[in-house]
């Protein structure tokens, strides 16, 4: 496949380079243009877990979407969520996107695909959540943090063909995945493990075994979850009984990862807390459901940002 990744972060540049090893055409698209001269040429290096150091050189990388010609399979989003709409405006205006390129996000938090589906349509959106664990350590250079499975499924569509590619091609790179038909509830497991991690492991400077390991941070974590799982059942989204325990074995399984939201403050980025325990607050004052904990969170990170100047 001829595969596009807009943002290459920790999660895009892990993915790409397992496609590069498996043999499939990989471009990447970056708003940094120090971080595309650098993928160009010096690669993109992954330390793995057996702390082996690689390095996989893409196709192409590009600065804005545009400059693609190459009609690509596919385009994967995996930027931060404040700004999906920003890169898939410029992403629908490529060469590289034609009738039959699917979009696939792979991102954080809740309002993703209904901005994809609003520029790209419905009917080649597709939605996925991955478990894999992955530290930015600096522009270009990636550790993997811890292995786990990822799931894809259609947006609106009832027939899941058009995801079956899409994950055979994952496991074809050694990335365990699998086909959902019900892409909400995966969207919202996802992000329930987002809620008992990110802002926990931000405010701390935790990796994320802390989460599981230290007992403070797995009540509070559990506390932030029980909230969700309310609003969650007040808009009908079906969770798993077992879902506080899975978030922390979660945190166990991705024990040597820093989170997304860790790693942005660490980097002193602008967090996607609005889009994780932020959209848990908004949603829970519409339907009255009272989230303390959340809200707590979210003026700890909104205050943490303000400090290093994220949040002018």
Known sequence: MKIFIIGTGAIGGLLGARFIEAGEEVYFCDIKPSLVEQLLSQGIVVREINGQERTFFPKGAYVDPVYLKDPCDIFIFTVKSYATRVAAERAVLSPALSHETLILTLQNGLGNPEILENIFGSERL??????????????GVIRHGGTGPTFIGPWKQENTAIVEPVVDMFNKAGLEAYVRNDVKTLIWEKLLVNVGINAITALTGILNEGVYRFKPASELSRQAVREAVGVAKKLGIPVRDDIEDHVLKVAQSTGRN???MGQDVDRKHRTEIDAINGAIVNLGQEYG?????NWTLVQLVKTLELGYGAGE
């Open 289 to 293: 459901i009272s989230t303390p904990v």
């Open 126 to 139: 597709i939605v996925g959540t991955t478990a894999q664990g992955a530290t930015l350590l600096e522009p």
């Open 258 to 260: 820093r989170s997304s």
